[in-house]
C-alpha cells in the first residue's frame, strides 16, 4: 500500500494484552513414547493385552475390549496350537501330517474372512480386522477341547472315551458360538443377526467335528 510508508507510530502509545506464549504445564507422561520403553516392557505390555482378551472369551459378556483393542497375535497363536495339536491323525497315516496343518489353517483364516465380508455385506459395523480378531480369540474354547480330546485318547479310543469327548467337544463348541456372538451381534441390523450367527455355527462347526473326528496314529 503506497501510503502507510510516511505512517509512523509514536513509541508513547501503549500497548494493550499480552505478547508472551504461554507455557502449560508439563508432564513427564507428554515425552514417554513408546518408541523409547525397552523390549521387554513393549513384549509384556502386549502379553498382558493378550490374556485379558484371553479372559473376555473365557467369560464372554457384552464388551468392546476385543473390538476396540484389536490384535491378530492371539489367533495366530491359537490357530498353530490348534493345528499341531491336529495334525499327525489317522486320516494322514500315509504322510508326516503336513496337509492337515495346513487344512486347519485354510479352514480358520479362511472361513473368518467370509464370515468377515458377510457381516460387512450385511451392514456390520465394525472393521474387518476386529471381526477376524474375535473370530479368531473366540477358537480358545475348542482348542481347549482338544487339549482335553488328545488327554483323554491316551486312556484309549474307546466307547466311554468318544462319549467324554463328544461332551467336552459339543460345550466347548457352544462356548465358542455364544462368545462369538456376544461381541459381534450387536454390531449388525436387528433384523440381520440370523444372517451372520448362521456362519458363524457353521464355522465353529466344522472345526469342532474335526476335533471330535481326530484319532492319532
Not at 16 to 32: A, K, L, Q
Not at 37 to 63: C, N
Not at 112 to 129: H, P, Q
Not at 183 to 190: E, H, M, R
Amino acid at each position: 500500500f503506497p501510503g502507510l510508508a510516511d505512517v509512523s507510530i509514536s513509541q508513547d502509545i501503549p500497548v494493550e494484552g499480552e505478547i508472551t506464549v504461554p507455557v502449560g504445564s508439563h508432564s513427564p507422561d507428554e515425552d514417554y513414547s513408546t518408541l523409547d520403553e525397552p523390549v521387554r516392557d513393549t513384549i509384556m505390555r502386549d502379553l498382558k493385552a493378550v490374556g485379558k482378551k484371553f479372559v473376555h472369551v473365557m467369560y464372554p459378556r457384552k464388551s468392546s475390549t476385543l473390538l476396540r483393542d484389536w490384535d491378530l497375535w492371539g489367533p495366530l497363536v491359537l490357530c498353530v496350537s490348534l493345528a499341531l495339536m491336529l495334525q499327525g491323525g489317522s486320516a494322514d497315516s500315509k504322510d508326516d501330517g503336513g496337509p492337515q496343518f495346513a487344512e486347519v489353517f485354510v479352514i480358520i483364516w479362511f472361513g473368518a474372512v467370509v464370515i468377515t465380508l458377510n457381516s460387512k455385506l450385511l451392514g456390520g459395523t465394525i472393521s474387518f480386522f476386529q471381526s477376524l480378531c474375535v473370530l479368531g480369540y473366540c477358537v480358545l474354547p475348542l482348542t481347549v477341547a482338544m487339549l482335553v480330546c488328545r488327554l483323554v485318547l491316551l486312556a484309549g479310543a474307546g466307547t466311554i472315551s468318544f462319549i467324554i469327548r463328544l461332551i467336552v467337544v459339543m460345550a466347548m463348541f457352544g462356548w465358542s458360538t455364544l462368545a462369538s456372538t456376544a461381541f459381534l451381534a450387536d454390531s449388525q441390523p436387528p433384523n440381520r443377526k440370523a444372517l451372520v450367527v448362521y456362519p458363524i455355527f457353521l464355522f465353529y462347526f466344522v472345526i469342532s467335528w474335526m476335533i471330535l473326528t481326530f484319532t492319532p496314529q
